[in-house]
């Protein structure tokens, strides 16, 4: 069991399953009526996707799992909701009309108060250009659609526990570590 007022907290959990998923939701929201009037700070996500039906899964998936997801259908909307909410991660579709995620993205790195936060890509296809151009974006990482739900959590945890890592190239290298072992662990408990 995590105790979410110590350190380790940020630390993701390194074996994820189903079961594992739904007792985390659980005792999340069993230490949430323990404390009653005290508030626990949960992790803020920003979904932008112009698919209403993705942003009520992933808000459905992972509200359960202790995140407040706030919800944007638009790119601008997302930009400026990060700027109003500043969020602890996004989750950004590559796909949009009018502003698609390459401009999204330069546009929350350029801004001072967006620039630190963590933005992974979902996307049902990537071509080999799109990569390159998903990189140079600013994007920390992506996944594809259909979304596979451990493997969305382990990049969130990841991706949240690396974030105060101020060298960039530390923090890459220590999310590579983090994702790999745990995707390593789920990979050997469902064999």
């Not at 998923?21 to 659980?26: I, T, W």
């Given at each position: 069991?995590?105790?979410?007022?110590?350190?380790?907290?940020?630390?993701?959990?390194?074996?994820?399953?189903?079961?594992?998923?739904?007792?985390?939701?659980?005792?999340?929201?069993?230490?949430?009526?323990?404390?009653?009037?005290?508030?626990?700070?949960?992790?803020?996500?920003?979904?932008?996707?112009?698919?209403?039906?993705?942003?009520?899964?992933?808000?459905?998936?992972?509200?359960?799992?202790?995140?407040?997801?706030?919800?944007?259908?638009?790119?601008?909307?997302?930009?400026?909701?990060?700027?109003?909410?500043?969020?602890?991660?996004?989750?950004?579709?590559?796909?949009?009309?009018?502003?698609?995620?390459?401009t999204v993205c330069k546009v929350l790195r350029a801004n001072p108060k967006t620039q630190h936060i963590p933005v992974i890509v979902l996307t049902g296809v990537l071509l080999p250009s799109q990569l390159e151009e998903v990189r140079t974006s600013g994007a920390d990482d992506f996944t594809f659609k259909p979304v596979d739900l451990t493997d969305l959590l382990?990049?969130?945890?990841?991706?949240?526990?690396?974030?105060?890592?101020?060298?960039?190239?530390?923090?890459?290298?220590?999310?590579?570590?983090?994702?790999?072992?745990?995707?390593?662990?789920?990979?050997?408990?469902?064999?």
């Open positions: 069991m995590v105790d979410l007022t110590a350190d380790e907290s940020r630390i993701p959990s390194v074996q994820v399953n189903a079961a594992m998923v739904e007792a985390r939701g659980r005792s999340h929201r069993a230490r949430s009526r323990k404390l009653g009037a005290v508030a626990l700070m949960a992790e803020t996500i920003l979904v932008i996707d112009d698919d209403p039906a993705m942003l009520d899964f992933l808000t459905q998936r992972l509200s359960p799992e202790g995140f407040t997801v706030s919800t944007a259908s638009s790119g601008q909307d997302g930009i400026n909701q990060a700027i109003i909410r500043r969020p602890d991660l996004i989750l950004l579709d590559l796909r949009m009309p009018v502003q698609d995620e390459i382990i990049r969130i945890r990841a991706m949240l526990a690396c974030r105060t890592i101020a060298d960039p190239a530390e923090r890459s290298t220590r999310y590579y570590e983090i994702t790999r072992e745990a995707a390593g662990k789920e990979w050997n408990s469902l064999q």
